[in-house]
């Protein structure tokens, strides 16, 4: 039997964006695990009974890592400003998550790793992905959602790994942007106007090209949408947070369904 391991960040992430993939994998035979590195925290009792109940829909095995998100282990608010905007990568927390992840890949003996991109910015996602550029070839990515759904995020993610042209933007367009990607209830109204021009400022500074970089779409029948959206749904109290509701079926509805289909993102990454 082979293995797909897909690595989430926290304790949603993987499932927010991979559900269908995941499906697609159990139907084909595979065994699928989601190694969820940055569980502790305030929540994180509420959160493992969450993401229980999500790969119970799935039929998903858990790995927990364990380590402390970022509010915790830096002591800072759990805000888009502290998260984002001033948050940097240690590189001797990535070198240890990619350590346990190497070892996590060993004994499960994954034939395939799913990682994060890093679209949004957040601290966590990006350790994750520094991390995984150390472990096997055989390492895929997928498009984080609900951060996917904003151009300026992917925008933004695309000029950070591939270079590109600088962009302009104004902020209404940006406000406008997080709103409709179901990102609006992330950045709070007291930090909101400098989150908004500091996003502006980002698109439009010089980016140097690491990698080369193609997104692309992976198709899922509609037979599977309830299936997943089952499993998104289960995590409750991160969509509060995210969204600012606990039903994600209008947005993913909106963002992710097209002619008697739906879609998820992989990304391609290769050398320049």
């Given at each position: 039997?082979?293995?797909?391991?897909?690595v989430s960040?926290?304790f949603?992430?993987a499932v927010l964006?991979?559900?269908?993939t995941?499906i697609?994998?159990?139907?084909?035979?595979h065994?699928?695990i989601v190694?969820?590195?940055f569980?502790?925290g305030?929540?994180?009792?509420?959160?493992?009974?969450e993401?229980?109940?999500?790969l119970?829909?799935?039929?998903?095995?858990p790995?927990v890592?364990?380590?402390?998100d970022?509010?915790?282990?830096?002591?800072?608010p759990?805000s888009?400003e502290?998260?984002?905007l001033?948050?940097?990568?240690?590189?001797?927390?990535?070198?240890?998550?990619?350590?346990?992840?190497?070892r996590?890949?060993?004994?499960?003996r994954?034939?395939?790793v799913?990682?994060?991109?890093?679209?949004?910015?957040h601290?966590?996602?990006l350790t994750?992905?520094?991390a995984?550029?150390?472990?096997a070839p055989?390492?895929?990515?997928y498009v984080?959602?609900?951060?996917?759904f904003?151009?300026?995020f992917?925008?933004l993610?695309?000029?950070e790994l591939?270079g590109?042209?600088r962009?302009?933007?104004d902020?209404?367009?940006?406000e406008?942007?997080l709103t409709?990607?179901g990102?609006?209830?992330?950045?709070s109204a007291?930090e909101?106007?400098g989150?908004?021009?500091?996003l502006?400022r980002?698109?439009?500074?010089?980016a140097?090209?690491?990698?080369t970089?193609?997104?692309?779409a992976?198709?899922?029948?509609?037979s599977r949408?309830r299936r997943?959206?089952?499993a998104?749904a289960a995590?409750r109290s991160?969509?509060?947070?995210?969204?600012?509701?606990a039903?994600p079926?209008?947005?993913?509805?909106?963002?992710?369904?097209?002619?008697g289909h739906?879609?998820?993102?992989?990304a391609?990454?290769?050398d320049?």
């Amino acid at each position: 039997m082979k293995t797909t391991l897909f690595v989430s960040p926290h304790f949603d992430d993987a499932v927010l964006s991979c559900a269908g993939t995941m499906i697609a994998r159990r139907a084909a035979g595979h065994r699928v695990i989601v190694c969820s590195v940055f569980t502790r925290g305030p929540s994180e009792r509420a959160r493992s009974i969450e993401d229980q109940e999500a790969l119970g829909h799935l039929d998903a095995e858990p790995r927990v890592l364990g380590l402390a998100d970022a509010p915790t282990r830096e002591r800072v608010p759990a805000s888009f400003e502290s998260l984002v905007l001033h948050a940097r990568v240690r590189r001797t927390l990535a070198r240890e998550v990619g350590s346990r992840l190497a070892r996590t890949i060993r004994e499960t003996r994954a034939d395939e790793v799913w990682l994060p991109l890093g679209i949004g910015g957040h601290v966590d996602h990006l350790t994750v992905f520094e991390a995984g550029l150390a472990l096997a070839p055989r390492r895929r990515y997928y498009v984080e959602r609900p951060y996917g759904f904003v151009p300026l995020f992917r925008a933004l993610r695309g000029r950070e790994l591939a270079g590109g042209a600088r962009r302009a933007i104004d902020v209404p367009r940006i406000e406008t942007q997080l709103t409709l990607g179901g990102c609006g209830a992330m950045v709070s109204a007291s930090e909101r106007t400098g989150v908004l021009e500091a996003l502006r400022r980002r698109l439009a500074r010089p980016a140097v090209a690491r990698f080369t970089l193609r997104f692309v779409a992976i198709h899922h029948p509609i037979s599977r949408w309830r299936r997943a959206m089952e499993a998104i749904a289960a995590y409750r109290s991160q969509l509060v947070w995210l969204l600012g509701s606990a039903d994600p079926s209008r947005l993913w509805r909106a963002h992710a369904r097209r002619d008697g289909h739906w879609l998820e993102h992989e990304a391609r990454l290769g050398d320049r």
